[in-house]
């Protein structure tokens, strides 16, 4: 989970940009469009296919982590302790959350700069290095602990350590776990909504 609230989201960010972006490059958008389906139809598909792939990324990386936990445990010799379902049910939940928020950050990103190197540029920008910054001085300027109580990194850390605490997220923000899910579906659904209107109403070229 820590993995997935630090460096995961912004790999999927990349997966999101290249799935709108790459569309303005390849000028594949213009063949598409006149076979009949609607703009919105397309974006649904395109956030659909996004979901289906954050979906086996989260599942993928759990089971790869279950795996190296087994064997580490058989070559100590330590007890094997599976968590229970509803605990198993509730992290890949949370981690398919965070997931989501940074690809269709990308997604909508691509279709704002209709491009794929900008969107993925800046989204990396503000997710490794302004959200950090951010977060460094919320423990001493009042606006800043504010603001970082609404940014994606501090919430998905705080959904995170409600799974599992780990040292990828030990710096995370004094935030509810009610909040940061909140928080997190709120982008989701405010990303979409810009997404839709990007793509919607502009030009393709």
Known sequence: MG??????????????????????????????????????????????????????FVALGWTATAAGSLVLSTVEGMPIDLPSLSNLLGGLGAGWLIAMVWGMAGLALGLIFRSTSAPIGVGLIWGLAVENIIVGLGGSVGIFKTVQDYLVGPNASTLANAVRPSFFTEDVAVISTTHAILVLVSYIAVLAATAACFFRTRDLT
């Not at 972006?21 to 598909?45: A, C, N």
């Open 3 to 56: 993995v997935v609230a630090s460096v995961g989201g912004p790999i999927v960010l990349i997966l999101g940009a290249l799935i709108s972006g790459s569309e303005y490059g390849w000028t594949t958008f213009k063949t598409v469009l006149t076979q009949g389906p609607r703009r919105l139809d397309i974006l649904g598909g395109k956030a659909a296919a996004l979901a289906v792939f954050v979906t086996a």
